[in-house]
């Protein structure tokens, strides 16, 4: 063992003595320089961020700041609280877009009677003195987008510094009170982000304090500045802004629109590309801000990658400028934890401007519990019930922390507006063009009513008025009164026999209820007055001649509808089934002095779901007349694509455009096989049978009916558009049949 000698040790400490000094002579290493990266708007085009914050993170660079406007903002501010690019590269693809850039409410969570309302017009407007003039600051008032938004940033909600985030973060909008830009560095960050991609005309404004905020494109569409001011040192831009368009493309409102929003911030766009010290511009030709279809979203992920790679020597340049060796990997932040199916303890649940018995009654009905744990998923679909089937336009919410742990459930309810007008429009082959024109009031007091008019315009025109008690929720008590006048053509064997012209007219007392959203249940007492005009038989038509006078019925009804489809039309699951008996007299007791004769009428269809876009619907659709002398105008009729299609006893059948009477009895089955083709087209082949008799027993033994179709469908926001070639051999012709727009 070496030993070591006085004057060594001396030394040594000499040493140690000054190694504190020597240490502190060094200069210290200069702070990191601080990276920001900017998220411009652009609308649907905003994807691509998504792709370059993947190349930036592969590349090793730490980011200190985020900030963004419209869809930069929505993208930016996510990522700020740990969502990791990958999470919302799977966020925007699994996101319905369709629904969400729209007011509509899931329709599994619709009762049966707002089902029955979307699926027949095109739009509804509030009117009167009750509207608030921010119903018409856009055509959507974004509770969708407001809702996801607190859906996916939970645990942020309370209003809170976002220079506290784990990644500091800023977004722009635009005050239209004054013009002012506003720079949201605290608050909410949902409704910041909500603020931000407020376009004008097209999303209702977001108001706060004294503010009516709209999309910040409009004053800085690149806000290089923001971030600057900030405390970043460097900047990474990502413009996915299309460039400014010559003379010959401005041929749209669109196109127009977005080169007014690009001229209007000229100016500091060229002044804060100046600014950045990294510049990704995204080739986004080809897509507009209203492109969000799944290959679009996917194509421009893919160009945001590209675009960002391209750049790749500039990002090390800037990675060196930063002092960082090129193998440097920044601490990731912690991973946001997103899931439907997280589940949160909720200590308090508000509805606010209610009183304590309606809480409860909500509460109930929404399957909430205070003082327990809910799932997102729960608490999104009690958000839909609300705006569904409660009396309340629309519903959004938030999770603020409660004192102590946990959270507090707010629900922010919209009353439904007090008048409303309804417009559907539908054009076809046989009927050319119809109008259907609703105009509903809602009447508020101990016991709500609503008074309904309807008027239809096209070759058959109807006219009615409903008045309806709800003397509780979903249960209605109604009278109403419908007039129509019809002009039919009957056919025999494909072959016109004769024109009916007559007036119709109905009142009815009933009482209805809605149970569990999917059934629905009706009884009542309805009278029937047919004024007939005339009829026109063809010339030379062997077929029977009937000879009618006016008639008048009492009748007893009752009826039962269930109906769990996910779309009113091109349904991919569910069944729809409806029943109803029908007790007809002319004295409430007989019928021209014997008794009484019935009508069963009945349908049902269902979905199998092989694979993800191929379906076979089978159906069955029935009607049986049970007693004598019935009369012409309760026989039964077949034809059609609908349901009471000319008559309110036809039943639909596939090759057969018009009205064919058939005897007492009658039994339709249908099967279609069904396609999807991309996200909105369908292919569908359609056969059909039917059974016609005097007498159930015969059905087996006397007519028999076949026809079949092969048609194309697309799924629009207008209603479906279909078109199909038809054959049936009880009219031995092929026919064609178009119509775009609701069935009515």
Same mark, same amino acid.
């Given at each position: 063992?070496?030993?070591?000698?006085?004057?060594?040790?001396?030394t040594?400490?000499?040493?140690?003595?000054f190694?504190?000094?020597?240490?502190?002579?060094?200069?210290?290493?200069?702070h990191?320089?601080?990276?920001?990266?900017?998220?411009?708007?652009g609308?649907?085009?905003?994807?691509?961020?998504?792709?370059?914050?993947?190349?930036?993170?592969?590349?090793?660079?730490?980011?200190?700041y985020?900030?963004?406007?419209?869809?930069?903002?929505?993208?930016?501010?996510?990522?700020?609280?740990?969502?990791?690019?990958?999470?919302?590269?799977?966020?925007?693809?699994?996101?319905?877009?369709?629904?969400?850039?729209?007011?509509?409410?899931?329709?599994?969570?619709?009762?049966?009677?707002?089902?029955?309302?979307?699926?027949?017009?095109?739009?509804?407007?509030?009117?009167?003195?009750?509207?608030?003039?921010?119903?018409?600051?856009?055509?959507?008032?974004?509770?969708?987008?407001?809702?996801?938004?607190?859906?996916?940033?939970?645990?942020?909600?309370?209003?809170?510094?976002? *220079?506290?985030?784990?990644?500091?973060?800023?977004?722009?909008?635009?005050?239209?009170?004054?013009?002012?830009e506003? *720079?949201?560095?605290?608050?909410?960050?949902a409704t910041?982000?909500?603020a931000?991609m407020?376009?004008?005309g097209?999303?209702?404004?977001?108001?706060?304090?004294?503010?009516?905020?709209?999309?910040?494109?409009v004053?800085?569409?690149?806000?290089?500045?923001?971030?600057?001011?900030?405390?970043?040192?460097?900047?990474?831009?990502?413009?996915?802004?299309?460039?400014?368009k010559?003379?010959?493309?401005?041929?749209?409102?669109?196109?127009?629109?977005?080169?007014?929003?690009?001229l209007?911030?000229?100016?500091?766009y060229?002044?804060?590309?100046?600014?950045?010290?990294?510049?990704?511009?995204?080739?986004?030709?080809?897509y507009?801000?209203a492109?969000?279809?799944?290959?679009?979203?996917?194509?421009?992920?893919?160009?945001?990658?590209?675009?960002a790679?391209?750049?790749?020597?500039?990002?090390?340049?800037?990675?060196?400028?930063?002092?960082?060796?090129?193998?440097?990997?920044?601490?990731?932040?912690?991973?946001?934890p997103?899931?439907?199916?997280?589940?949160v303890?909720?200590?308090?649940?508000?509805?606010?401007?209610?009183?304590?018995?309606?809480?409860?009654?909500?509460?109930?009905?929404?399957?909430?519990?205070?003082?327990?744990?809910?799932?997102?998923?729960?608490?999104?679909?009690?958000?839909?019930?609300?705006?569904?089937?409660?009396?309340?336009?629309?519903a959004?919410?938030?999770?603020?922390?409660?004192?102590?742990?946990?959270?507090?459930?707010?629900?922010?309810?919209?009353?439904?507006?007090?008048?409303?007008l309804?417009?559907?429009?539908?054009?076809?082959?046989? !009927?050319?063009?119809?109008?259907?024109?609703n105009?509903?009031?809602?009447?508020?007091?101990?016991?709500p009513?609503?008074?309904?008019?309807?008027?239809?315009?096209?070759?058959?025109?109807?006219?009615?008025?409903?008045?309806?008690w709800?003397?509780?929720?979903?249960?209605?008590?109604?009278l109403?009164?419908l007039?129509?006048?019809?002009?039919?053509?009957f056919?025999?064997?494909?072959?016109?026999?004769?024109?009916?012209?007559?007036r119709?007219?109905?009142?009815?007392?009933?009482?209805?209820?809605?149970?569990?959203?999917?059934?629905?249940?009706?009884?009542?007492?309805?009278?029937?007055?047919?004024?007939?005009?005339k009829?026109?038989?063809? !010339?030379?038509?062997?077929?029977?001649?009937?000879?009618t006078?006016?008639?008048?019925?009492f009748?007893?009804?009752?009826?039962?509808?269930?109906e769990?489809?996910?779309?009113?039309?091109?349904?991919?699951?569910?069944?729809?089934?409806?029943?109803?008996?029908?007790?007809?007299?002319?004295?409430?007791?007989?019928?021209?002095?014997?008794?009484?004769?019935?009508?069963?009428?009945?349908?049902?269809?269902?979905?199998?779901?092989?694979?993800?876009r191929?379906?076979?619907?089978?159906?069955?659709?029935g009607r049986?007349?049970?007693?004598?002398?019935?009369?012409?105008?309760?026989?039964?009729?077949?034809g059609?694509?609908?349901?009471?299609?000319?008559?309110?006893q036809?039943?639909?059948?596939?090759?057969?455009?018009?009205?064919?009477?058939?005897?007492?009895?009658?039994?339709?089955?249908?099967?279609?096989?069904?396609?999807?083709?991309?996200?909105?087209?369908?292919?569908?082949?359609?056969? *059909?049978?039917?059974?016609?008799?005097?007498?159930v027993?015969?059905l087996?033994? !006397?007519k028999?009916?076949?026809?079949?179709?092969?048609?194309?469908?697309?799924?629009?926001?207008?209603?479906?558009?279909?078109?199909?070639?038809?054959?049936?051999?009880?009219?031995?012709?092929?026919?064609?049949?178009?119509?775009?727009?609701?069935?009515?």
């Amino acid at each position: 063992m070496k030993r070591f000698s006085r004057s060594s040790l001396t030394t040594m400490a000499v040493c140690l003595l000054f190694i504190p000094a020597l240490l502190k002579a060094q200069p210290r290493p200069a702070h990191r320089k601080k990276v920001g990266v900017v998220l411009s708007g652009g609308g649907a085009k905003g994807m691509a961020h998504i792709g370059v914050l993947k190349v930036i993170e592969k590349a090793g660079i730490p980011i200190d700041y985020v900030v963004g406007t419209s869809m930069g903002s929505i993208i930016g501010g996510l990522y700020s609280i740990g969502y990791s690019p990958e999470q919302l590269d799977s966020m925007v693809r699994r996101q319905d877009w369709t629904f969400l850039l729209s007011d509509k409410i899931p329709r599994s969570e619709q009762n049966l009677s707002e089902r029955d309302a979307s699926q027949k017009y095109v739009f509804s407007i509030p009117f009167g003195k009750g509207v608030k003039a921010e119903v018409f600051g856009g055509l959507i008032r974004g509770q969708n987008l407001a809702n996801l938004f607190s859906e996916l940033t939970i645990g942020y909600h309370d209003s809170i510094n976002f *220079n506290k985030l784990p990644i500091p973060f800023a977004c722009v909008s635009e005050n239209i009170v004054n013009g002012n830009e506003v *720079n949201f560095h605290e608050g909410v960050l949902a409704t910041a982000m909500r603020a931000s991609m407020a376009i004008p005309g097209v999303f209702t404004p977001v108001r706060l304090d004294s503010m009516v905020l709209v999309d910040g494109g409009v004053v800085n569409n690149y806000p290089v500045n923001v971030a600057r001011a900030m405390g970043a040192d460097l900047i990474i831009g990502v413009d996915v802004q299309s460039e400014l368009k010559p003379a010959g493309e401005l041929n749209s409102a669109g196109a127009i629109l977005g080169q007014l929003v690009n001229l209007m911030g000229q100016d500091l766009y060229k002044k804060n590309l100046k600014e950045t010290t990294t510049y990704i511009k995204v080739n986004v030709e080809g897509y507009s801000a209203a492109s969000f279809t799944p290959s679009a979203i996917d194509t421009l992920i893919m160009r945001g990658e590209e675009a960002a790679m391209a750049q790749d020597s500039a990002l090390m340049a800037l990675k060196s400028q930063l002092g960082l060796d090129s193998t440097y990997m920044p601490q990731p932040i912690p991973s946001y934890p997103y899931s439907p199916e997280r589940k949160v303890y909720v200590k308090e649940i508000t509805f606010d401007g209610l009183d304590e018995k309606d809480k409860k009654w909500l509460l109930k009905r929404c399957d909430l519990k205070e003082n327990s744990e809910i799932s997102i998923r729960r608490i999104e679909e009690a958000t839909a019930i609300l705006s569904a089937n409660l009396g309340y336009s629309g519903a959004t919410y938030n999770l603020p922390e409660a004192p102590g742990g946990g959270y507090n459930l707010n629900y922010t309810l919209s009353k439904k507006y007090e008048n409303k007008l309804n417009v559907g429009i539908r054009f076809d082959s046989e !009927e050319i063009a119809s109008l259907l024109i609703n105009v509903t009031s809602n009447f508020k007091g101990k016991l709500p009513s609503t008074l309904s008019l309807t008027g239809r315009l096209g070759k058959r025109y109807t006219a009615g008025i409903n008045y309806a008690w709800e003397p509780a929720p979903l249960k209605r008590v109604g009278l109403s009164y419908l007039f129509q006048y019809n002009d039919v053509n009957f056919y025999h064997y494909g072959d016109r026999t004769h024109n009916s012209t007559f007036r119709y007219h109905q009142a009815e007392f009933a009482f209805s209820d809605v149970w569990y959203k999917n059934v629905r249940f009706g009884i009542g007492l309805r009278y029937e007055y047919y004024d007939y005009d005339k009829f026109l038989y063809q !010339e030379g038509s062997t077929t029977q001649q009937y000879s009618t006078d006016n008639e008048h019925f009492f009748s007893y009804f009752a009826q039962m509808e269930y109906e769990t489809f996910d779309k009113a039309y091109f349904p991919s699951r569910g069944i729809s089934a409806r029943a109803s008996y029908s007790l007809y007299t002319d004295n409430f007791t007989q019928y021209n002095d014997h008794a009484p004769f019935s009508a069963i009428k009945g349908y049902c269809e269902g979905v199998m779901r092989l694979t993800n876009r191929f379906s076979i619907l089978p159906s069955v659709y029935g009607r049986f007349l049970i007693g004598k002398e019935i009369p012409y105008s309760k026989l039964n009729a077949m034809g059609g694509d609908v349901p009471s299609r000319f008559l309110q006893q036809q039943l639909p059948f596939v090759g057969i455009n018009n009205v064919e009477l058939m005897d007492n009895s009658l039994l339709i089955g249908t099967i279609k096989f069904r396609q999807r083709m991309g996200s909105v087209h369908y292919v569908t082949l359609t056969g *059909n049978y039917a059974l016609s008799s005097h007498k159930v027993s015969g059905l087996l033994k !006397e007519k028999t009916m076949f026809g079949c179709g092969v048609g194309y469908g697309l799924d629009s926001i207008f209603g479906p558009l279909e078109a199909s070639i038809n054959y049936a051999n009880h009219a031995d012709k092929v026919s064609m049949y178009v119509n775009l727009g609701f069935k009515f």
